[in-house]
């Protein structure tokens, strides 16, 4: 719910919306999440054992406990591929929520750091994307391609703040990495959107052998202005 409404509100204010009634949504959103929060009581709980998880290791803050004692066995290098203790029943959700701490302990901060740059790889090719079909003038097209390009912005950055502990758990899958049917069709159903944006764009302006280029940018601000 959460990365759907941020990617929402991206869109909105890419689209022009009024600095107006973009604010207010952005208040009715935040009081939703607050009444939401303050509706169970477990989900207060969570915010509250993210911020000192090893006061209660063995109960609300055990798996980011866990997710956090696999970071630090993984190291600069990590274990090796395979090699986790953490996935053998100790970190739950390893699999799905929390796939990132095993890869962590598995590949070391190089692997980690190298993961984050794909996935910056990725989501910056849909910002370009998007740009592209904006300039082809294929605004619902363009729209979607960021819309797309949010959404992964958006499960990244929880994700990842969750495994690390900057953020209480969420629950939210890591896009392309974790396990999950539902979850990686929809990612392979994303880019092949992307995908098929890029070449309707290509194809519309008649420069299929164009590449994408900083100057793109310079070039749509400036119209822009």
Request: charged share 15%; with cysteine; proline share 2%.
């Amino acid at each position: 719910t959460v990365v759907m409404m941020g990617a929402a509100a991206a869109m909105l204010f890419l689209g022009g919306v009024g600095l107006f009634r973009f604010s207010l949504m952005v208040v009715l959103a935040v009081v939703a999440v607050f009444v939401l929060v303050q509706a169970q009581p477990y989900r207060m709980a969570r915010l509250i054992t993210f911020t000192d998880p090893w006061s209660d290791q063995f109960g609300s803050g055990y798996q980011l406990t866990q997710a956090l004692i696999a970071f630090g066995r993984g190291e600069w290098l990590g274990v090796g591929l395979g090699n986790s203790v953490q996935k053998q029943f100790y970190l739950p959700e390893a699999h799905t929520d929390f796939v990132f701490s095993v890869l962590a302990e598995e590949l070391g901060v190089v692997g980690s750091l190298v993961t984050i740059a794909l996935f910056v790889f990725v989501t910056v090719r849909a910002l370009y994307i998007g740009l592209w079909a904006e300039k082809a003038k294929q605004f619902f097209a363009a729209y979607m391609a960021f819309g797309l390009a949010f959404l992964w912005i958006g499960q990244f950055l929880i994700n990842i703040g969750v495994n690390v502990g900057l953020l209480p758990t969420k629950g939210l899958t890591l896009p392309f990495l974790s396990y999950g049917g539902s979850s990686l069709v929809i990612c392979c159903a994303c880019v092949g959107l992307l995908l098929r944006i890029e070449w309707e764009s290509r194809t519309h302006l008649g420069s299929e052998e164009h590449e994408f280029s900083e100057s793109d940018f310079a070039e749509e601000t400036n119209h822009g202005r």
